[in-house]
T-cell receptor, first 115, second 115 residues
Framework: AQKVTQAQTEISVVEKEDVTLDCVYETRDTTYYLFWYKQPPSGELVFLIRRNSFDEQNEISGRYSWNFQKSTSSFNFTITASQVVDSAVYFCALSEAGGSYIPTFGRGTSLIVHP | EAQVTQNPRYLITVTGKKLTVTCSQNMNHEYMSWYRQDPGLGLRQIYYSMNVEVTDKGDVPEGYKVSRKEKRNFPLILESPSPNQTSLYFC???FGEGQTRYEQYFGPGTRLTVT
């Protein structure tokens, strides 16, 4: 069975600090997909990134970067030079390619960026 | 504008009074699903549909019904709502083919309170 663990319930930082959100997953499939979503205070869910299990290349998008390590089953998300607008709940999710399309979400990490 | 819409956005109802939350997408997506979000539990999938007239249970289907008579619509029906169904509900859609089926677009959410 698939499982996603986001051990950090809440993180509080001051603007301009770098912050890393951890995501650890479990799956028996060899092909799977990992995601990060952002949920700002307004409540909508915003897709940030999808990573395939066969592509371990790290990704950078502006101040956001993602570190995928199959050896440790982790898919961590780093925000560089955090801003107040980054304050949100961030969810990590996993879908198994051979499964029934049912993605498993972590419980989310609430990031609070203070000015 | 490509989007997933849900109605109503907010609903307060009483135990046992049947209700329907509508979901519509304008992206010609095959795959649609419903989630509920509860504090500390993340998002859990209720039902999903891979195409018209094809639906299947997610992780927490008890107390819910769905139908997919048209590709763009996927209503969520609570025949006899109970207080434990008080939650934030999200509809999502994605393409049904290839890797993009795992990239879900979420609606704005419906906050339901059952008293």
């Amino acid at each position: 069975a698939q499982k996603v663990t986001q051990a950090q319930t809440e993180i509080s930082v001051v603007e301009k600090e770098d912050v890393t959100l951890d995501c650890v997953y479990e799956t028996r499939d060899t092909t799977y997909y990992l995601f990060w979503y952002k949920q700002p205070p307004s409540g909508e869910l915003v897709f940030l990134i999808r990573r395939n299990s066969f592509d371990e290349q790290n990704e950078i998008s502006g101040r956001y970067s993602w570190n995928f390590q199959k050896s440790t089953s982790s898919f961590n998300f780093t925000i560089t030079a955090s801003q107040v607008v980054d304050s949100a709940v961030y969810f990590c999710a996993l879908s198994e390619a051979g499964g029934s399309y049912i993605p498993t979400f972590g419980r989310g990490t609430s990031l609070i960026v203070h000015p | 504008e490509a989007q997933v819409t849900q109605n109503p956005r907010y609903l307060i109802t009483v135990t046992g009074k049947k209700l329907t939350v509508t979901c519509s997408q304008n992206m010609n997506h095959e795959y649609m699903s419903w989630y509920r979000q509860d504090p500390g539990l993340g998002l859990r999938q209720i039902y999903y549909s891979m195409n018209v007239e094809v639906t299947d249970k997610g992780d927490v289907p008890e107390g819910y019904k769905v139908s997919r008579k048209e590709k763009r619509n996927f209503p969520l029906i609570l025949e006899s709502p109970s207080p434990n169904q008080t939650s934030l509900y999200f509809c999502a859609s994605s393409f049904g083919e290839g890797q993009t089926r795992y990239e879900q677009y979420f609606g704005p959410g419906t906050r339901l309170t059952v008293t």
